[in-house]
């Protein structure tokens, strides 16, 4: 059976933990830091968390994003994805799917509750 020592999955989430900083909410599933956050992007907020790695619930390692209550709305249209960016680096580094898709308008806020980032062991 493969196995992955937890420094190897550490250094991987690590990076979320240390260099993400915005997190957008897009009007699709963002495929460069340009669609991130011009394109798609349909509302931001600054106030990013990202917990340290940690035991992943089935196995592997996971970060946990803590709730934004502060999203701003910049744009009118459908909400249906998230996009995490280090904006240092113009990088993409995550991206998935919101829990339920949302219209929203510009100059309103938004909310997401907190959530998870995993790898999972190797099978």
Request: charged share 15%; aromatic share 4%.
């Amino acid at each position: 059976m493969a196995t992955l020592d937890n420094r190897v999955f550490d250094n991987g989430l690590t990076v979320l933990d240390t260099e993400a900083n915005v997190i957008h909410v897009t009007s699709q599933e963002a495929t460069s830091y340009a669609d991130a956050t011009s394109t798609s992007t349909l509302g931001n907020s600054t106030s990013l968390s990202i917990g340290a790695p940690a035991d992943r619930s089935g196995g592997g390692r996971e970060v946990t994003v803590a709730a934004i209550t502060d999203g701003s709305i910049t744009a009118t249209g459908t909400a249906t994805h998230y996009a995490i960016v280090d904006t240092s680096n113009s990088r993409v580094l995550v991206t998935g799917a919101l829990t339920a898709s949302q219209s929203v308008t510009s100059g309103n806020t938004f909310s997401l509750a907190s959530f998870k980032i995993g790898i999972p062991d190797p099978a």
